[in-house]
Structure formats: structure tokens, C-alpha cells
């Protein structure tokens, strides 16, 4: 037990600075585009998925919450939605870049989120304005203005218990709230996995997961489905560990919303309707991660 406690701390601390600096680059970039992208998936209309899935991959703290917020209040599309929510990794690139894990692995998950979510979100809309279903796409309801307004106190709640800095902190200060919840994080997730790994074994965990598209992408998937960012963590450490594949990773990294889905079961009424794009969002997660496991997806 000291032995995994020890190698925890250590594989931990090494990872401090790197992950610091990697939350500064985000902060930054996030300052910097946050608003402007807001405004531009507002006006994307038909474009909306493509617009929304870019959007979407770059680090920008609660961008799926606000792709819920306009989505509740009928400005954007449900395949907007959906491809903001497959194509958004959380914690991923984070811990990617502290760990020293190769670029071109990194844009190649990317890019393969990018692409699911985008031709996902087309397919849905194309498939909504074929029924002309004008509860979900074309009726804005009348009470939209008090569904903005609980978007916002929902907003303004959840960014007091995750990551996001919601303008209130200069990006260093805000950097470094991320660098040491994050950190601690890591270090009750690696500790858990190392002591699993530990009595249990690799090899054993290995052949639970590993190598079987079905399952392990089924697990992932649901791990994804946790509403803030210890999905990521969690997600991007066990493949970090060689505990389950890229495509059972890619799986759960695509139902990974951050805390988008709790936001919109609060501003988006209809809970059967928030059960249907919860479960939409799994089976494409899961489907996607069984097909890139089927091909023999290699990154």
C-alpha cells in the first residue's frame, strides 16, 4: 500500500507544473474567444453543427453550457447540441499535455470527435426538418426569456462548484483554482486505479476491458455520462494506464458533456425530452466507440 501511495504522489507532482501551465494557455485562450464564440454559433443556422463541433473542440470553459443555454431558448438546433456536446474533452487535453503525450495523438482523437459530432449534428437536424418537427426546432416557446434567465442562475450555481471562472478571476488566479482541483483530482483517481490495478492486476483488468469493443465501450460511455469533469479525468487516466482502448476512450470522451447535460435537465423543459438527447448522445457515443474498435482503430 505505501508502495502505491508513494508512486501516486510522485506521478502526481510531476505533473503539476506542466498542468498548470497547460490551464494558463486555456485560460487565455478562453478570455480571449469565449464571447466571440457565442455569438458566432448563434448565427450559424443551417451550419450549425460544423460551427458548433470546432467551437466545441478548442479548451473553452462551460461552452457546453452555454450551447444548453441557447439551446433551451431554441437558438441553436439539437444536432448543434449534440455536436458541440461528441466534439467538447473536458479534461483531456489538459492532462494530455502534462503527460507529454505526442501531438499527433492528441489531433487525431480530436479530429476523430470533430467528425463524429459534426456528421452526427447534420444528421440530426436533417432528420428533425424532415418530420418538420416544429417542437424541437422551429417553436419558440413563449416563457424563452424566463428559461435564459434560469439558464444563467444555473450557470452562475454550477460554475461556483466546477472549474469555470465565470469573469470573475484574471486568468492566473483562475489557472491556478483549475491546476489544484484538477491536481487533486488526479491523484484520488490515479490512487483508486493503482490500488484496482494493484490486488486486482492489469492483465486482469486488461482482459475485462480491453480488446472488447462492446464492453469497454459501454463502460466508457456511461463514465462519460457523469455531469462534470471527473468523467475526463477518470476517462483520459485509465488510457493513460493502458486499462482500456483509444476507442473505448473516444466512446466515452464523446458523451463527456462537462456539466452541459446538468444544466440542461434545469433550463430545458421536458424531462422526457432531456432523457431522449441524454440517451442519444450514449448510443452514438457507444456505436462510434464498437465501429473505431471493429476497424482496428490504431492512433
Not at 124 to 139: A, Q, T
Not at 225 to 244: E, F, K
Request: net charge negative.
Amino acid at each position: 500500500m505505501l508502495e502505491v501511495i508513494k508512486d501516486t504522489l510522485l506521478d502526481g507532482v510531476k505533473l503539476l507544473p506542466f498542468l498548470f501551465i497547460a490551464y494558463l494557455i486555456m485560460e487565455y485562450i478562453e478570455h480571449k474567444m469565449g464571447e466571440k464564440s457565442k455569438e458566432l454559433i448563434r448565427k450559424s443556422d443551417k451550419f450549425g453543427p460544423i460551427i458548433g463541433g470546432i467551437l466545441g473542440v478548442f479548451p473553452q470553459c462551460g461552452f457546453s453550457v452555454s450551447a444548453t443555454n441557447l439551446y433551451a431558448g431554441r437558438v441553436i438546433t439539437l444536432g448543434t447540441l449534440i455536436a458541440v456536446y461528441l466534439s467538447t474533452s473536458d479534461e483531456m487535453l489538459p492532462i494530455f499535455i502534462s503527460e507529454a503525450v505526442s501531438p499527433v495523438i492528441i489531433f487525431k482523437i480530436l479530429g476523430i470527435k470533430l467528425l463524429i459530432g459534426v456528421i452526427a449534428g447534420f444528421i440530426i437536424d436533417f432528420f428533425i426538418r424532415l418530420k418538420d418537427d416544429k417542437e424541437v426546432n422551429n417553436h419558440i416557446s413563449h416563457n424563452e426569456n424566463h428559461l435564459h434567465n434560469e439558464a444563467g442562475e444555473a450557470i452562475g450555481h454550477l460554475c461556483e462548484d466546477e472549474h469555470c471562472h465565470c469573469e470573475k478571476d484574471g486568468i492566473f488566479k483562475s489557472a491556478i483554482k483549475h491546476t489544484i482541483n484538477i491536481f487533486l483530482f488526479i491523484l484520488l483517481v490515479t490512487f483508486i486505479i493503482n490500488i484496482v490495478v494493484h490486488f486486482i492486476g492489469e492483465e486482469a483488468i486488461g482482459n475485462i476491458l480491453y480488446n472488447k469493443p462492446i464492453i469497454g465501450s459501454i463502460i466508457a460511455a456511461l463514465i462519460g455520462l457523469i455531469p462534470n469533469c471527473a468523467a475526463s479525468v477518470i476517462l483520459t487516466n485509465m488510457y493513460l494506464q493502458n486499462v482500456i482502448s483509444v476507442s473505448s476512450l473516444i466512446a466515452g470522451l464523446l458523451t463527456g458533456a462537462g456539466v452541459g447535460l446538468a444544466v440542461l435537465f434545469k433550463t430545458n423543459k421536458g424531462i422526457k425530452n432531456n432523457l431522449k438527447i441524454m440517451t442519444l448522445l450514449y448510443v452514438i457515443g457507444v456505436t462510434s466507440g464498437i465501429f473505431l474498435e471493429l476497424i482496428n482503430l490504431q492512433i
